[in-house]
Structure formats: C-alpha cells, structure tokens
C-alpha cells in the first residue's frame, strides 16, 4: 500500500465507529477538524460526524491562510486537513446529524445515514456545522436568527455555550467567514474541551530532547520530547507527504453555489427548447 493510501485509509469513514466516544465533533469542516485535531492528540476518543459538502470547496483558490505565499487549493487544503485529524487519532463517520439531545452525563447525537439512524454519546459535543443548525433547535444553547442563518450565542471565546459539555465552533458562534479564523478557533474550542475533560494536559508541544529534562523538570502532559534523529525523521516524512500532495493538481473543481447550478440548469433548458 502506498502512502497515500495509508493516509486515506487513516481518515475513512469507519464500518464500526465508536458509539460512545468522549468528543463528537459534528461538521468536518475546517473548525471542526482542527478540534478533532486537538481533542484526538490529547487522548480524548474522537469521533466526527460530517455529511459531505464543506463550504470551503466552493472556494476558487485560498489566499489568506498562513505558510501558502502562493496561495493553495482550497479542496487540498481541507482533505489534508481531515487527514491530520486522521493521523492523529480521529475517527470519521458519515452522516447528518439531526438531532442533539442534551444530558448531564452524556448527551444524544441523533444521526441518519444513508442506510439508518443511530444514536451515539459524548460527554462533549462541538457543533461546527453551520449552513443548516436545525439540530440545536432542542439542545438548549442559546440561537440567534440572522436572515437565512441562525447562530450559536456561546458564553465565551472558547465556544462554551449554556449547557455543559456542549461546544460551539467557527461560523456556527458567528466568527468571521474566514478559514484561518474558523481554524484558529476550532484550536480553541479544543482545548477547550480538553481543559475542561481535566484530562492532565500543559501545552500540545513537541520539543527538542532536553527543552524540560535538561532543566530538571518532568516532561508535561500533552508535551513531548524527541531526539535529533526522531526530529530528523519527522521533517523527511513531511517534505515527502507535503511533495506527494503537490505533485499534481487537485482533481475537484470548486463546487458552485446551490443557486448559481440552479441558475444555469434553467438556462440551459431554456437553450434546450429553443433549439428544438
């Protein structure tokens, strides 16, 4: 198996996927994913729930997120994004989540597929999906209507919302409609989720061999030490995948928006008649 095999197969959608895993990330859009990011690489078992279609992919070319002079395709941007989440612990599922029933202990994700409906607990939840948010119509946070949309009002710039373990990320807590914010704020949210699981944690920091032992002091949670030829490995592995992943262009075309494809299918019927 090749490498991009090994990595796609890392973020596939999973057969059996935990039914009650510590964090449901609902969206696998660029929030969620660097939630489930962070959550997964803490050790929190992590599940998202994604039903296909991110916004992003309607982006022609991304041009403001950071480390692209260039720019980058949107679409690539995304999958490699799911993928980290993938290399790090996540696992995926899909399907659309309809429902979110609050609980002190764990709370309800109600989700449909293709072929069911099931049921799936967590005693965190971060709700990232923000083009339709008729699922929190009965979770007890707190919406606000703007026009077509509706929003969560959270209680902080974390994402917490009034009920306990229940997470709001990006768009969906009316961050501006800009990737490198909603990513920046998916990080927050998860570590967010991951403070308040008290599950032992410092930073997320990988360091040089020695940055803590070498100063007498132990090496704290969610941190890690690594020797030069460990380091040395790392960078390789990612010159390559990061190669890999530019050799070619991405193979999907921006996805147009909903209105626009509607708009041109009546026109071209409308050519079809007239040519008739």
Known sequence: MSETDD?????APSDEPPTD??????????????AATFTARAGLETLVIDDGESILRRNAHLENVPGFPAGVNARLFLDLLAEQAGANGAAFLEGRVTDIDPDEDAHAVRVERTDDE???????????SWSDASYLEDSGVALLDRGSKTYVDTDDDC?????????????????AHQTAVCAGHGAEVGLAVVEDSEVPFYHDWVVPEGYFTERDRDV????????AEERERREQASI???REAFAEPHP????MHPSVVAKRAREAGTEGEGDE
């Open 240 to 242: 390559e995948r990061m």
């Open 118 to 128: 099931t049921v799936l607990t967590a005693p965190f939840v971060v709700a990232s």
């Open 21 to 34: 895993p510590d964090v449901i990330v609902v969206g696998g859009g660029v929030s969620g994913l660097m």
């Open 159 to 175: 994402g917490r919302t009034a009920v306990e373990g229940l997470y709001a990320a990006g768009r969906l807590a009316t961050k």
């Open 220 to 227: 704290p949670p969610g941190c890690e030490e690594v020797p």
């Open 7 to 11: 990595t796609t197969a890392e973020r």
């Open 252 to 255: 999907d075309e921006p996805t």
